[in-house]
């Protein structure tokens, strides 16, 4: 992408190739021989994990998409299939949903490089536009990825997002009625979604190519700001370059692990592990966290049509940088204003995220006018007035005086900022979780779990223990759909031989049918049935419940949470604290009493729950001391019956949770000696350039 | 900027760039795995495809039915007299696949047949009751099976498989 290269292959095969088709040629000089300026400091390697990260998305969601059905009364179970029954499907969707997430952190701090180095001035314009369209791209990708789901927020996540389009005068419900193809958010919605998100990464990749090719006629920016003069200024971008993006990217494959394998839902919403539901919208919905300050934008301005310019601008103001800001320096280490005002700059944008994640109510929305104000004066007043009035410092002659002035010293400030940024990082990406439903209910008393942390396992005692108290209790109103008979029998379970579970099975009645005479009838389980719910349809459960609808088991303990609060996600984040479920879903079992508090009004047919949000839950006190009969001598007590079928239940919620963090630990004692073998050759390799 | 290393004689300089090549090998291989691994059966799948029981009371002699296990046709035909006899008295030096006939039913059941129905040529199903040797015809590319399942005539290689499967009483049997 450099133009025409000297390089020529010796194999008579490759020549012949390469006189018809010069691609070695071109590879050859764009990521071999391509010179790179020498000075280039870690925020550089960000291109190459952006590059890996999108490999990596387009490879987990191909093959996803091979399990996926797109169809709005299957796409839920579909995705949890997928989790529980394709081989490595866990893995792969963890992958691919925490990945959406590194993703956007990476590009992050990919753009935040951009804009502290002038990475987007002249001659760069265009790479930096380019940029911005594939940033635009992202979003809309990420946007309907994170509906397939089809989860209660990727449903109202849909129907809020779609709804910004309904802003635009005359035309507005038009639109939304064709972004639909609908009336509302429904089938036809989820399929044209699924069809665009798999359709756009690919756009990406196109519009990378550009960006790429955009670079390498441009030549890259570097932290000095001044032009490659002489040889003496670059070194060959293979092994130099190479070596040190290949070392970035194990460094960041260390963090995104972390997730993977450790905290896959710490990123994601409780709420969207309860199936879609056109009729209850969740108390607070909240988009995904790098969305978060255009959410607050959006928020912040009164008017509906005002509000949604506003976030848009927020986003297209980037493509005009260039001509805003016309500073002839370019890096802001020799613009001593820039600088300052850069970094409050990215503190405003972790702040508005904060602020996305709060209820827009009282002193939140105005700090999020101030906010608002202070991101739009960033571009519009203190970018043009600093390129009047700033007095740079001397920028240096070359890019090499540039690497002989720099010994020591250099270090610290890159650890600190990196340090402010992981931290600022953390604050953003916890605070989704600081908007989670709360109400007025004390946060339920942490408690000690077996499979807690990073190598935490299921007590089998307790599974068994907490199958017998499901059975016997909770079973007749809860169903367990997502669970099958077989499953008892797998590795990580509750340790029963295939032969108990199929006669565990035996003992149910299962519908089958229709048989010769066309007719449905009754047969024992099988190890493939799952368990059968106790009710034919939502309304039968409803009518036998008073009203209520006992939700399905399965997910309980993923699709319930309570609020952490500041600082505590962000520790939660190092501890790998995730048991927000189970100790919620104990201390409700056990949060029953007799007598409401004085002034307390208990509507009808409700009972008073200390943990219950709100504390009216129809749910009648459903574990007495005694009721189930234990014959491996645990005591026969609520509390240990609340632990046991908890246990169980989380257990439902994530079968492979054992293999998961097993896995975890081998691909982390791998990656370590991989980065510590990479940080010894980019050593080595780069020893004679400096 | 001379970075060739002297030939013949290993540096720890070689040593540090195999090992970490070794080791990006090693990584880029197992991730490998489970890209490839998803592709198999799910285990739901794998626990649908369980054994099955078959009901032989309904079929009338002559008669046949077709059942599926994991996602096959499985054709048991209660077979005449007639038929088995001539499925007895063929040469089988002669056959393409040659195989007995015994070797194909269950003994004391020789009148029960289990094929898989996909024809060995190209995966069409054969039709029963047709042909010239009053077994199965294929009427993809014109296969002839006899009233053993073996292939008689025509493009396919080897005769109808017999999948695995028991008596569990007299009038049922167990495939899978």
């Known amino acids: 992408m450099s133009g025409p290269s000297d390089f020529q292959p010796t194999n008579p095969a490759l020549k012949w190739i390469e006189r018809r088709l010069p691609i070695m040629g071109l590879m050859h000089s764009s990521f071999v021989a391509y010179p790179t300026p020498r000075n280039l400091n870690y925020w550089w390697t960000f291109g190459a994990i952006l590059s890996m990260m999108l490999a990596v998305q387009i490879i987990t969601g191909v093959i996803l998409a091979m399990h996926y059905t797109p169809h709005a009364d299957l796409a839920f179970k579909s995705v949890e299939l997928i989790v529980r029954d394709v081989n490595y499907g866990w893995l792969l969707r963890n992958i691919h949903a925490s990945g959406a997430s590194m993703f956007f952190l990476a590009v992050y701090i990919h753009m935040f490089r951009g804009l502290y180095y002038g990475s987007y001035k002249e001659p760069r314009e265009v790479l930096w536009i380019l940029g911005v369209i594939i940033y635009l791209l992202m979003m809309a990708t990420g946007f309907m990825g994170y509906v397939l789901p089809w989860g209660q927020m990727s449903f109202w996540g849909a129907t809020v997002i779609t709804n910004l389009f309904s802003a635009v005068p005359y035309f507005g419900e038009s639109i939304v009625t064709l972004l639909w193809g609908g009336y509302s958010v429904g089938n036809p919605t989820l399929n044209r979604f699924f069809s665009l998100h798999y359709l756009l990464p690919f756009v990406i990749a196109g519009v990378v190519v550009l960006h790429v090719w955009a670079l390498h006629v441009a030549g890259q920016n570097n932290p000095a700001g001044v032009e490659p003069k002489t040889a003496k200024d670059t070194v060959p971008f293979t092994p130099y370059a190479t070596m ?227 059975k016997e209790v909770c079973a007749s109103c809860h169903s367990l759909s997502f669970v099958a008979f077989r499953n008892l029998a797998e590795a990580g379970g509750p340790g029963y031989s295939m032969a108990q579970a199929a006669a565990f099975a035996s003992e149910y009645k299962v519908k089958d049918g229709p048989n010769d005479q066309g007719e449905m009838f009754e047969r024992p389980g099988r ?164 | 900027m001379t970075t060739a290393s002297s030939a013949g004689h290993p540096t720890r300089r070689d040593f540090l760039y195999v090992a970490t090549g070794a080791v990006a090998a090693v990584g880029a291989a197992a991730t490998v795995w489970p890209l490839v691994s998803q592709m198999n059966p799910d285990a739901s799948t794998v626990a649908a495809g369980a054994p099955i029981e078959v009901d032989l009371t309904p079929i009338a002699e002559g008669q046949d039915i077709k059942v599926f296990w994991r996602g096959k046709p499985i054709f048991v035909s209660h077979r005449t007299k007639k038929q088995i006899d001539e499925a007895r008295k063929v040469s089988i030096a002669s056959l393409p696949d040659p195989q007995t006939d015994e070797a194909r039913v269950k003994a004391g059941h020789e009148q029960w047949l289990v094929v898989i129905g996909i024809c060995t040529h190209l995966g069409c199903i054969p039709i029963a009751h047709e042909g010239q040797y009053d077994g199965f015809f294929c009427p993809c590319h014109g296969s002839q099976y006899d009233t053993s399942g073996r292939i008689r005539s025509g493009p396919a290689p080897t005769n109808l498989p017999v999948p695995p499967y028991q008596f569990v009483s007299d009038t049922k049997i167990q495939i899978g």
Not at chain 1, 296 to 321: D, H, Q, T
Not at chain 1, 403 to 412: D, E, H, P
Not at chain 1, 541 to 558: E, H
Not at chain 1, 564 to 593: H, I, K, S
């Open chain 1, 244 to 470: 040190k993006d290949m070392f970035g990217v194990s460094c960041f494959l260390l963090l995104f692990s972390w997730f993977i394998f450790y905290m896959p839902n710490y990123l994601g919403e409780a709420d969207n592990y309860i199936p879609a539901n056109p009729g209850v919208t969740p108390p607070h919905i909240v988009p995904e966290w790098y969305y978060l300050p255009f959410y607050a934008i959006l928020r912040s301005i009164p008017n509906k049509l005002a509000g949604v310019i506003a976030m848009f601008g927020a986003i297209l103001i980037l493509a005009f940088l260039p001509w805003l800001d016309t500073a002839r320096t370019r890096s802001s280490k020799y613009r001593p204003l820039a600088k300052q005002f850069f970094w409050i700059f990215v503190i405003v944008c972790i702040l508005l995220g904060w602020l996305g994640a709060k209820p827009a109510e009282g002193v939140y929305v105005i700090a999020g006018r101030v906010l608002t104000f202070c991101y739009f004066a960033y571009f519009l007043i203190v970018l043009p007035l600093l390129s009047r009035i700033e007095k740079p410092r001397p920028v240096p002659n070359s890019i090499a005086d540039d690497v002989l002035a720099k010994s020591g010293g250099k270090a610290a400030p890159m650890v600190s900022s990196l340090i402010a940024l992981l931290f600022a990082g953390g604050l953003l990406l916890g605070s989704a979780s600081d908007a989670r439903a709360a109400g007025d209910a004390p946060a339920p008393p942490a408690q000690k779990w077996s499979f807690a942390g990073p190598t935490g396992k299921f007590d089998r005692g307790a599974l068994q223990r907490g199958l017998k108290v499901y």
């Open chain 1, 527 to 690: 190890p493939a049935d799952y368990f059968p719910s106790p009710f034919p349809n939502e309304q039968a459960a409803r009518v036998a419940n008073g009203g209520a609808y006992p939700p399905d088991l399965s997910l309980i303990n993923k699709a319930r949470s309570y609020k952490r609060g500041f600082p505590l996600f962000v520790v939660d984040l190092f501890t790998q604290y995730q048991e927000q479920g189970p100790d919620y879903v104990a201390a409700l079992l056990e949060g029953y009493e007799d007598k409401p508090p004085a002034g307390f009004k208990l509507p009808e047919g409700s009972y008073y729950n200390k943990y219950f949000p709100g504390h009216a839950i129809k749910m009648p006190k459903p574990l007495n001391d005694g009721q189930v009969a234990y014959d491996d001598g645990a005591p026969t007590t609520v509390a240990q019956y609340s632990k046991d079928v908890t246990t169980f239940l989380m257990w439902t919620a994530e079968p492979h949770m054992e293999a998961r963090k097993q896995l975890g630990f081998q691909v982390f004692v791998f990656l370590i000696i991989l980065t510590v073998l990479l940080y010894f050759t980019k050593k080595k390799v780069w020893a004679n350039a400096h």
